[in-house]
């Protein structure tokens, strides 16, 4: 179908079909063609209540615009030889309804406020997409901690026995990781829905159109004021990147601990088969694949935020075709991360935590060590470092029992701990480990009686979270009726 009607005029000549390919976004604009069909009746209802389109051309276009939200865009508006979608869709009316009537749609814009309307709408909904996968995941985690704060645990720095502490400590720290997380993107999402349109190529235009209608007829919460920035402006896009690469860092963290917690090494849990691939020659083994999967999209991520900025950080203002480079990133990072997020959650809530194992282990490498230096510090009286070094040549004799500790702390200074009061119920008392996670109750460690207060308040602050989600959901799925009721009142 239909000639080339943006070239036509200043350009002579056919361009090669492999020129012509090479410009095209319109593989990458399928993400954002239904946003495309909201912005074009927009801006068709607002070129008609401000009276630049007569009602009869108004009405035609619009019976088309209708057909495609109801019926899907016909596969000829995709055709490569037009640059975009916006150009595709534009040849569409031209040809079905005339120039005389599909001529008057681009009317006061340009394809740079068009096109960047476009992916402010479409990735909106993906951000709101990835809130709420953020919201279950830690729904999970909070559900798991609930579970398990008496299951003690190994912590590790440096990969290395450290201190005791419990399941439900080591998830609610994710928790906390993934509520930054959702803080991130909820915080871009205002900055995303902002509307560009009316800025036209970036000088706006001379009609008297209405910024403010189009704005929040597409349910956006205000402009871009500034024309040139409105066309220019990719911050949002970059932002979005960013706090999706965050956020798959975050996943991916959460990867690897479960990995190395399901290795017969740690054997603290056991994935769902349901996650888990086999060997073609192994017979016997049974392999964390998604959860490495789900690691290694981080790096994904990571590579499309690098990219993105990479050709944003060069560009004058203001529209370069370089940005239409730039959206593909967007929609490739956001789908890394959006696909494995759920998987995470539903691999941990089907997972099986064997509380046994996990307490073996806890107590290993001398992991109380530090309790026994700070029973020192409490009962005796001495400085910190003095219980620290007698407790560490305690270790390195192999034994934290009184007598080894006597000999250690007259051997370093010269001073019996006996003498100023050590028992070997002390001792004891200090290197169990329960008692150990038990005495860590300060705001935030890992005491069940300070994880459950963390949990009341997790679980309130995921409340409130999941609330302000709905509603802004609520607010988009609002406005995309309402314009579909004023399209459609036009035409009644
Ligand atoms: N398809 C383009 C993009 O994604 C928009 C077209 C603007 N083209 C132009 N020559 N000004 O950015």
Redesign the pocket.
Known sequence: MHEDQIRRGRLGGERGCDVSRFLS?MEADRKIAEADIQVDMAHLLMLRRQDLIGEEHARAIMGVLIGFSEKGLPEDVFDDRF??I?AGIEAYLIDHLGEETGGRIHTGRS??DE?AACIRIRARGEVLRLLEATNRIREVLITLAAEHTGTVMPGFTHLQHAQPTTLAHHLLAYEGAFSRDFGRLHSAFARVNESPLGAAAFASTGFPIDREYTAEILGFDGLVENSMDAVSARDFLLEILSACAILSATASRLSADLILWSSPMAGFVTLDDAYCSSSSIMPQKKNPDTLEILRAKSGTVLGSLTAALAIVRGLPMS?N?D??EV?PHLWQGISAVQEGIPLLAEALATASFHPDRMEKEAGRGFSTATELADRLVRDLGIPFRTAHTIVGKGVRAGSLDTKTLEKAAKEAFGISLKGLGLTRQMVEEALDVRSMVSARKVNGGPAPAAVKKALKERKEQLRKDVAATTSLDRKVRDARERLLSEARGLLA
């Open positions: 976004s640059e975009d916006h394809r740079n096109v529209y075709r940005l239409q959206t």
